[in-house]
């Protein structure tokens, strides 16, 4: 099995196309969006969508593909400051601190387990290192534990802060917060 992650590239808006809907279809209350919703969008806003990721230090997709073939996503993009003054003690943030936001996480279900989500986490990381943010931060749905294991692995930690979640109200998001990373590591 020959694995890459990679930052996708401008010309991909096609294919990111592809695995965004597959991701809708296979668990349409993980995302903000709906497979109805995003089937319609024309072309050129997924060429859009990749254009913008494919470069530059506010927003980013990352993808996962094995033999040839898309297996997984993560995005990221810069977020607004932690307002909750219990959030930015619990990792050591200044007021005002822009970090980056991963978001879209998914990998083919076939897939799971076998390490793709955790370079994906790791890619992205390490983008967001490399632009300097001083935090990173994810929403989780309360439950999903094994989104939770390999987060908390990655190094993040979970926050007092809960919000409902946009693809089903019936449901919590945790916001899960990677402190900074110490000084000389």
């Known amino acids: 099995m020959i694995v890459e992650v990679r930052r996708i590239h401008a010309a991909e808006g096609p294919q990111l196309r592809v695995i965004r809907l597959r991701a809708l279809a296979d668990d349409p209350a993980a995302f903000s969006s709906t497979y109805a919703r995003e089937e319609m969008f024309p072309e050129t806003s997924w060429v859009q969508r990749a254009t913008e990721s ?9 993808i996962a593909i094995v033999d040839g073939v898309w297996r997984g996503m993560i995005g990221g993009a810069r977020v607004e400051p932690i307002g909750d003054l219990e959030d930015r003690l619990l990792i050591g ?3 005002g601190a822009h970090g980056v936001g991963l978001h879209s996480m998914w990998t083919d279900p076939e897939y799971r387990g076998h390490g793709l989500g955790r370079r994906l986490i790791t890619t992205s990381i390490a983008w967001a290192e490399g632009i300097r943010a ?12 094994r989104a939770i294991r390999l987060y908390r692995a990655s190094g993040f930690v979970e926050t007092e802060t809960v919000r409902p979640a946009p693809g089903d109200p019936c449901a919590d998001e945790i916001r899960m917060v990677r402190p900074p990373a110490p000084v000389g590591a």
Not at 54 to 62: D, K, L
Not at 137 to 144: A, D, E, P, S, Y
Request: charge should be negative; glycine fraction near 8%.
């Open 54 to 62: 494919a470069s530059g230090e506010s927003r980013t997709s990352f």
């Open 134 to 145: 001083p935090y990173v931060t994810l929403w989780v749905t309360r439950g999903n534990d």
């Open 93 to 95: 943030l200044e007021p």
